[in-house]
């Protein structure tokens, strides 16, 4: 399995943000998470969700959208895993 960050960024007080990461093999099963790296306890920080589009026959984009939940900013890491 091959795991890592791809991105790191900050998401604005109760917004939402878009990255990309493209040339990924299409025959990879990817996954994956969204992790604040700032500290604040209570709460969810943090929703995402993961599009793909098929780039062409062999790769493909991952597009993750991030909404913060809070108030404050929020420092983020995006985190992929390869399952295959």
Known sequence: M??????????????????????WPASWHVIWHV???SPRTGAPQVEWETRVERANATYVTYWVL???????????????AVLN
């Open 35 to 37: 992790v604040p790296t």
């Open 66 to 80: 991030i909404k913060n939940l809070t108030n404050v900013p929020v420092n983020i890491e995006a985190r992929y």
């Open 2 to 23: 091959r795991v890592g960050v791809q991105f790191t960024g900050t998401v604005a007080a109760n917004a939402s943000a878009q990255w990309y990461t493209f040339n």
